[in-house]
């Protein structure tokens, strides 16, 4: 079994930080040094979409665009943990986010194939 436990999260206002965590346990243990990790987010009503992603060494990251700048991923494979540290956070950026992991490296969530519970994230203008 697959675990990847979210925290973080919770009701700030706009120009705050939050920082979100996401361990890994059980079958990706061992293994998750070699595995990518990756956060989304879902607002209501529209589609999950990517937020970041980081490859297994942490070499290579992708953040998108209404991110890019505000938004730090990280990940500390001995602790079998990775991180989105959200600065200058905007309203538009209140979702649920969740952490995702996959042996390959990719930005599409449908190709993930062990998720976190999810957390809420709300900025208050």
């Known amino acids: 079994q697959v675990q990847l436990a979210q925290s973080g999260g919770g009701l700030v206002q706009a120009g705050d930080s939050l920082r979100l965590s996401c361990a890994a346990s059980?079958?990706?243990?061992?293994?998750?040094?070699?595995?990518?990790m990756g956060w989304f987010r879902q607002a209501p009503e529209k589609d999950r979409e990517v937020v970041a992603v980081i490859n297994w060494s942490g070499g290579t990251t992708y953040y998108a665009d209404s991110v890019k700048g505000r938004f730090t991923i990280s990940r500390d494979n001995a602790k079998k943990t990775v991180y989105l540290q959200m600065n200058s956070l905007k309203p538009e950026d209140t979702a649920v986010y969740y952490c995702a992991a996959d042996q390959l490296y990719g930005l599409a969530y449908m190709e993930y194939d062990y998720w976190g519970q999810g957390t809420q994230v709300t900025v208050s203008s």
């Open positions: 059980g079958r990706i243990f061992s293994t998750f040094s070699s595995y990518t």
